[in-house]
């Protein structure tokens, strides 16, 4: 007698070899056999025609905050992603002092688009270290989690505000070795730092303050436990991504632990920089290095409206400081001046004809109706202004809750991306789930895959797809019996329809506590979604039982690994 | 990175302790005077020299260059 049992479907298995026709039978927490099964079971999913595979790994997301009111990481679930990797680009909440706590509450709203609110309404702040924290979102964890320490996080456990203001002291390097031991043995999966991001008052975060003795000496404690090491590299540069791959590798080879650096964008303005970049990978691989680029599968899109500090002006100053610092009043009166809006119109001028491209695409005023769905370009045309202009007299008109959606502004030429997709030295990844919320949908990036490049162009095979979502991205992060349906093996499986298979539509939803907002989508095509053989999520009953895991977890929870035959 | 199976690319330094524009051009570019050599490399790592800069009072302040830096010591290679 078995507890669950998948019948009649396609296994692709995350191997990348060919699909067959097979059931799956799971009893308590395993596969238990792949075959015809005669026996039944409590429960049965009934698969024909459809694709059962290993659930899907997310390895650069920011749930942390989120994993605290949704054990499910909504609606990542519902895609077939079974694990995700929270704690990316230096920043984690654990551990967090209490005197810590509005600083990176300060961050994560700079960074991650994590409203103040959310915090103070969905957060019950009752952990400090790095195992406090992992106690507390395990209440109801409906997803796989396999979070990163955060180096900021660390600097600023060990540093206090002399975080942000130089670098450590061999005894402060040596605290945060030990710090970082700590959170490794209460089950961190690695170490993420970044050389990119802000803070709340757009200074360097602390992890930009670190030498390279610093680093070294972190990375010298993932040596230790075989762990990963994630940066941000200046990823708009070619050069600069390359020179911080190169550290990667010297860490990589030096301590060897496998290093990810994320993300590695398409750029449509310099076609030359991702093979030059990639180049460089190979080139590091040959040597023993492992530095795995992470690119996304879906274009950038970037959705904003005036109310919130966009990441689409950042590039511009005086915009940005307005939106970032400016409350609704002060944002309000800036643009309905005519001489402050003659400047930052002007001021944006050259943008290589964003503006006119950009969709307007909600509005709360019964006047603007008729322009939602149009470009700047037409509903400038119609007013007799320019498109900036457009802009700015609407966000004020509407109190600025007009949303605009500048789409495929990048990472969107099919024939490079999918080159990188099926490059055996990519990893997949970057989705940022959770995070960004207020600029576009993290979520479906696997429905896309599968619907654009694997069925739509025809340009990947599934089997591919599915390993490198899986199986590959299990090995990569060193992550036991999970990637690959094999008798044995941690039962998380997805189940969908390879003809349906899909993102839904960009819709802006308020379900962030404290009446917060953002950006998601729906899944298509997924019918069933098991954790740790349980049934997760299913199209027909939504979410359902909750036995998400930590991983790797505390030592005591790690699974044994059997030898092979 | 010097290993013979690595192809050239462009050389870079990280900042030493105190590490100013001068000090480094002082230090990786002595051909040159020392307002040259500081002239280059900001022109060489506008992602440092165009950072906003430290409030006052920081000990940041008047100084860009973070301790993590990448700090290019030649300009931009042709293109192959």
Redesign the interface.
Known sequence: MYDLIIRNGTVVDGSGLPGYQADVAVKGNRIAKIGKIAETADKEVDASGKIVAPGFIDPHTHFDAQLLWDGAAKPALSHGVTTIVPGNCSLSLAPLKADHRMRLVGMFNQIEEMPYKAFREGVVWDWETFSEYITRIRKGLAINVAPLVGHSVIRLWVMNDAAT???ATDAEIAEMQDVLRECLDAGAAGLSTS?VDMDE????VP??????RE?EALAAVLGEYGRMLQIVP?FY?P??T???L?QLAELSIKYQIPTTFSPLFVNSDNV?AVDRVM??VD??F??GARVWPQVQTRPIDISFSFAVPSLLFIRY?NWYRIMRFGTPEEIKAHFADPENRKARAAEVADANGLWEKLVLRQVKTEANQKYVGQTLAGIAADRGVTPVEAMIDISVEEDLEAHFLAADMGHNDDEKVVRLLKHPRVHIGASDGGAHILSFSTYGDTGYLFAHFVRDLKTMRLEDAVKKITSDTASIWGIPERGLLRAGYIADITVFDARTVDRGVEKFVQDVPGDGSRYVRDSHGVDTVIVGGGIAWSAKGGYQEARGAVLPGEAADRPQLVAAE | MTDANLSVVRKFIRPQSGDSWATIAERELPKLKTEEGVSSLQSWNLHVYMRAPAPEGSPRAGNPILPSDVIFIEPPMAAA
Do not use: G, H, K
């Not at chain 1, 008052?201 to 360097?204: H, I, V």
């Open positions: 203001e130089r670098t050389y008052t757009l200074q360097p992890s930009r303050y670190a030498d390279a680093v200046e540069d050069d600069l390359i020179a911080r190169d030359d180049n460089r080139e590091q040959t040597r100053p």
